[in-house]
C-alpha cells in the first residue's frame, strides 16, 4: 500500500461546528504532517509528528489540535473555525530524519470550507 | 534559512512541444535534495522527479528531466513531448539532509494546448 487516505474530501462545517480530519497510511512511515493550503498556493506546514510525538508546531491557533494515535493514523480536530481557515488540508509522511530525502508521499486532501 | 524562487507564475506549452520550468533556491547547506511535486486539479501532491545535491548527474524520469546547476543554485523542470495530462500547478521544494520540513515555491501553472 503505497498511499496516504484522508477523509473526508469535502467539509462544510459552521464557525460553532466541532469536526475532524483523518489520515491514515500503512507504508511504515514514521513521520506524518498536517499542510494548509490556498488556491493558486504553495501548502503551509503546520505540524510534523515523529514517532507519534509532536516535533513541530508552526505556531498554529489552538482552534486546530492535531492527534497522532498510532503510527497509521493522524487526526485534526477542528473546533469554532472562522472563514479564513477555509482551505485544502494535506497530510503527508515520510520517514522521518535522514532518510526523509526520498520525498513525502501526500494525500489528496480535505476541501474544508467554514461558513 | 532557506527559500526557494519560482519566478514564473503562468507557463503554457503546445501539445507535443517541449517546456521548462524554473526555479531557483537559496541555502547555506552543503546536502541537500530537490524536487519537483505535481500538483493536478485532483489535488494530490504528486512527485515527478528528486535530485541529491552530492550527485552532478542531472536525474531523469522517462520525459521530466532536470538541469541541475548547485554553483547558480538553479533547478529547472524540463518536460519533453508534452501531454494533456501534464497541465497541473508545478512546485519547487528543498528538503535539508536531517531536515523534516519542505521549503516550497510559489509554484507555476502549467497549461498544454492542444
Known amino acids: 500500500d503505497t498511499e496516504v487516505t484522508q477523509t473526508p474530501k469535502h467539509l462544510v462545517m459552521g464557525m460553532t461546528n466541532k469536526k475532524s480530519l483523518k489520515c491514515e497510511q500503512h507504508?511504515?512511515?514514521?513521520?506524518m504532517y498536517w499542510y494548509k493550503q490556498k488556491a493558486k498556493k504553495p501548502p503551509e506546514l503546520m505540524f510534523v509528528y515523529s514517532y507519534e510525538k509532536l516535533s513541530i508546531n508552526e505556531s498554529v491557533p489552538s482552534r486546530f489540535s492535531p492527534e497522532c494515535p498510532n503510527s497509521s493514523l493522524l487526526n485534526l480536530h477542528l473546533h469554532a473555525l472562522q472563514p479564513e481557515d477555509s482551505a485544502l488540508y494535506l497530510c503527508a509522511s515520510s520517514h522521518p530524519g535522514r532518510i526523509t530525502n526520498y520525498g513525502y508521499t501526500f494525500g489528496s486532501g480535505t476541501r474544508l470550507t467554514v461558513v | 534559512a532557506q527559500t526557494v524562487t519560482q519566478s514564473q507564475p503562468e507557463m503554457s506549452v503546445q501539445e507535443a512541444e517541449t517546456v521548462t520550468l524554473s526555479c531557483t533556491y537559496d541555502?547555506?547547506?552543503?546536502?541537500?535534495?530537490l524536487f519537483w511535486y505535481k500538483q493536478p486539479p485532483s489535488r494530490q501532491m504528486i512527485l515527478v522527479i528528486r535530485q541529491e545535491a552530492y550527485k552532478q548527474q542531472n536525474a531523469t524520469e522517462n520525459r521530466f528531466s532536470v538541469n541541475f546547476q548547485k554553483a547558480a543554485k538553479s533547478f529547472s523542470l524540463k518536460i519533453s513531448d508534452s501531454q494533456l495530462g501534464d497541465a497541473a500547478m508545478y512546485f519547487c521544494?528543498?528538503?535539508?539532509?536531517?531536515?523534516?520540513?519542505?521549503?516550497f515555491g510559489t509554484g507555476t501553472s502549467l497549461t498544454v494546448i492542444p
Open positions: 507504508m511504515g512511515h514514521r513521520a
Open positions: 541555502t547555506s547547506e552543503s546536502d541537500y535534495y
Open positions: 521544494a528543498f528538503l535539508t539532509n536531517t531536515g523534516n520540513q519542505f521549503y
